[in-house]
């Protein structure tokens, strides 16, 4: 269930938006870094609540923006091949305002200086990416540095270690904000803990269902209750109308537990005879594996 093509990336399309806006910055001067930029200070006088998500489409140099797109790029491709586009454009806005709910939470609480400082940039959304990626490929090999390769897993540990102490060692003062990065893979970890929580939920009924299956030795248990049925007519629609990269998590587990628990029919009927609204179909009770074949067509 990925994006159609580079075009239809949303790796792709974010670095693009990142340029744009930095060209544009650049012509502006300093006008959209105040107003876009995340400064604490304006958030809570004066309600400028749009800076939690502006602020990471800034950059403060051309190096500053390379670096976040490269990072971007590397991570930010294979998983959104993996979660697909909704997923990965979900994770990415709610690491990178994460990251900037963070800023403002610490620094208005100790009362730094840097309340008064815009912070721009992408990185507590990039530093979230690189979580991601160690998380789903802990043994993938990456080049530190471009020549000094270390997996992923240890990566993550070794920049969160290199952000901890950085923070304490320059008390969040300087031009890095190490609190964002921090931010962002705080709230990578709040996102995991939270779909996999939901995702150890659904396996447990998809093993359960594996279970009752495989002890009806007898008799098929099959989904041709309404509400399955219903659920995988829906289903189906919604698939020929919107695409894959459209369905929920909970669309997708519910589909494979559907799919464990309807026997396989080989007496169904020629794939081109099957017409969803057609009123033979809508009767049949072979219904519900037809369905499945369709949808699974379409994945």
Known sequence: MNGNGMYGNWVIRLIVVNVIIYFLQTLSGNAMTLYLGLTPIMVLQNLYLWQFATYMFLHGGFFHLFLNMYALLIF????????????????????GIGAGITIF?????????ASFVPTIGASGAVFGLLLAFGILYPNAEILLFFFLPIKAKYLVVLYGAIELYSLISTGGQGNISH??????L???LVFFFITRKRAIKFKTKITAATRKKD???????????????????ALLEKLKKSGSDTLTDDEVQHLKYLEIMNEPDENLCDEVDFKNDDQYCIKCSSRAACLIREIKKRL
């Open 76 to 95: 930010g491709v294979p998983i959104e091949q993996t979660w697909g586009s909704r997923k990965f454009v979900i994770y990415y806005m709610f690491t």
């Open 105 to 113: 939470v610490i620094n208005i609480i100790l009362g730094s200086s």
């Open 179 to 184: 609190v964002g990065h921090l931010g962002g």
């Open 186 to 188: 705080l709230f990578g």
């Open 215 to 233: 002890a009806s030795a007898k008799k098929p248990v099959g989904v041709n209750t309404q509400d399955d049925v219903s659920f995988l007519a």
